[in-house]
């Protein structure tokens, strides 16, 4: 049976130089690491993972729980951070909680257990309280998307507030005096920042702004599309939309085209998140560009950081850009 030993051998290198490439330590020279990586394909050496994860009391492995697979936000950001993750010599698990704070516990217990590296976590909505894991978490662990308030983790957000002003005051700006709003799942932290962002531009612009017009819709396709036929069904029907979710976005675009409108003619439409198959939509969509890649990738970035001991992971929040674009009809 090859052992490491034999591996460091062939390569010419320390037992240590060996281990440190086998378990993803990036501190490893260029050189170092091909001759390691050579002879171990060259031997057949494959590193017993499990003895290693009870050993450190960790595995290579890291978790990504996120509040909702349906919604591309998030496949986008799964990419991104698998293939960061990848490249520092972690592997990516991704556990789906849809927006259930009970599912959101189960998962990280079961996260614990398989004794991950560290967890990125996209919270379901919901205060701190009760969140025993979460309160004194056993792995490192960065928020991303949306926070937690009274919780020290770092968190990886997108200026969601500042978006939601600058897309309703576009659509102002185009002649819109009745805008409303889909807003997703209550007290999530990513509602709260595009109401008042929404909430904003009126008051910029002197507006009234009816409450009624503010109208929660599950955070899905057929929320967006229920709250969409709600509208529409008023005697003072809205000149826009802006749902708070690609995926409601779409269930309005549904909705709109079943009622027999057309956008932006009868009703505009706009929403957070860029979604591919929105390029087929003729005339196109006012959409808010999430930075999802980044998101990833910086979320993955600071958790290894953590993982590896290079900051107390009590600080780092970091707010990215969300970049408006605009329909051009």
Same mark, same amino acid.
């Given at each position: 049976?090859?052992?490491?030993?034999?591996?460091?051998?062939?390569?010419?290198?320390?037992?240590?130089?060996?281990? =440190?490439?086998?378990?993803?330590? +990036?501190?490893?020279?260029?050189?170092?690491?091909?001759?390691?990586?050579?002879?171990?394909?060259?031997?057949?050496?494959?590193?017993? #993972?499990?003895?290693?994860?009870?050993?450190?009391?960790?595995? %290579?492995?890291?978790?990504?729980? $996120?509040?909702? $697979?349906?919604?591309?936000?998030?496949?986008?950001?799964?990419? *991104?951070?698998?293939?960061?993750?990848?490249?520092?010599?972690?592997?990516?698990?991704?556990?789906?909680?849809?927006? #259930?704070?009970?599912?959101?516990?189960?998962?990280?217990?079961?996260?614990?257990?398989?004794?991950?590296?560290?967890?990125?976590?996209?919270?379901?909505?919901?205060?701190?309280?009760?969140?025993?894991?979460?309160?004194?978490?056993?792995?490192?662990?960065?928020?991303? %998307?949306?926070?937690?308030?009274?919780?020290?983790? +770092?968190? $990886? &957000?997108?200026?969601?507030?500042?978006?939601?002003?600058?897309?309703?005051?576009?659509?102002?700006?185009?002649?819109?005096?009745?805008?409303?709003? $889909?807003?997703?799942?209550?007290?999530?932290?990513?509602?709260?920042?595009?109401?008042?962002?929404?909430?904003?531009?009126?008051?910029?612009?002197?507006? +009234?702004?009816? @409450?009624? /017009?503010?109208?929660?819709?599950?955070?899905?396709?057929?929320?967006?599309?229920?709250? &969409?036929?709600?509208?529409?069904? =008023?005697?003072?029907? @809205? /000149?826009?939309?802006? *749902?708070?979710? %690609?995926? !409601?976005?779409?269930?309005?675009? !549904?909705?709109?085209?079943?009622?027999?409108? =057309?956008?932006? /003619?009868?009703?505009?439409?706009?929403?957070?998140?860029?979604? #591919?198959?929105?390029?087929?939509?003729?005339?196109?969509?006012?959409?808010?560009?999430? @930075?999802?890649?980044?998101?990833?990738?910086?979320?993955?970035?600071?958790?290894?950081?953590?993982?590896?001991?290079?900051?107390?992971?009590?600080?780092?929040?970091?707010?990215?850009? %969300?970049?408006?674009?605009?329909? #051009?009809?």
């Amino acid at each position: 049976m090859t052992t490491i030993k034999d591996v460091a051998q062939r390569a010419g290198v320390s037992v240590a130089t060996v281990s =440190r490439v086998l378990s993803g330590y +990036p501190y490893v020279s260029a050189e170092a690491r091909e001759l390691v990586l050579q002879a171990a394909e060259a031997l057949g050496y494959a590193p017993d #993972q499990v003895a290693r994860s009870m050993r450190l009391r960790r595995s %290579n492995m890291i978790g990504l729980v $996120i509040s909702t $697979i349906e919604n591309v936000f998030f496949t986008e950001v799964a990419r *991104a951070a698998e293939q960061a993750a990848h490249a520092q010599g972690y592997h990516l698990v991704v556990c789906n909680t849809d927006e #259930q704070i009970e599912r959101e516990e189960n998962y990280l217990t079961l996260l614990s257990r398989q004794l991950v590296a560290g967890v990125i976590l996209a919270p379901a909505p919901g205060p701190a309280a009760g969140r025993a894991l979460l309160q004194a978490s056993p792995f490192p662990l960065v928020l991303i %998307n949306r926070r937690i308030e009274g919780l020290p983790y +770092p968190a $990886i &957000t997108a200026d969601d507030e500042q978006a939601s002003f600058e897309c309703t005051s576009w659509l102002i700006a185009q002649g819109r005096r009745r805008i409303a709003a $889909i807003t997703g799942l209550p007290g999530a932290t990513t509602t709260e920042a595009r109401r008042h962002g929404f909430r904003r531009a009126f008051t910029a612009a002197g507006l +009234p702004l009816d @409450p009624a /017009d503010e109208v929660a819709g599950r955070a899905t396709i057929e929320g967006g599309y229920q709250a &969409t036929v709600a509208l529409l069904q =008023r005697t003072q029907r @809205p /000149d826009a939309l802006l *749902a708070f979710n %690609n995926v !409601m976005t779409q269930g309005a675009v !549904m909705a709109v085209q079943d009622a027999g409108l =057309r956008w932006p /003619d009868d009703i505009d439409i706009a929403g957070f998140g860029f979604f #591919q198959t929105a390029r087929l939509y003729r005339p196109p969509l006012t959409l808010i560009d999430q @930075p999802t890649h980044e998101m990833g990738t910086r979320a993955v970035a600071s958790l290894i950081a953590q993982i590896e001991g290079r900051n107390n992971g009590l600080s780092g929040d970091l707010v990215l850009h %969300n970049r408006l674009v605009a329909a #051009q009809r």
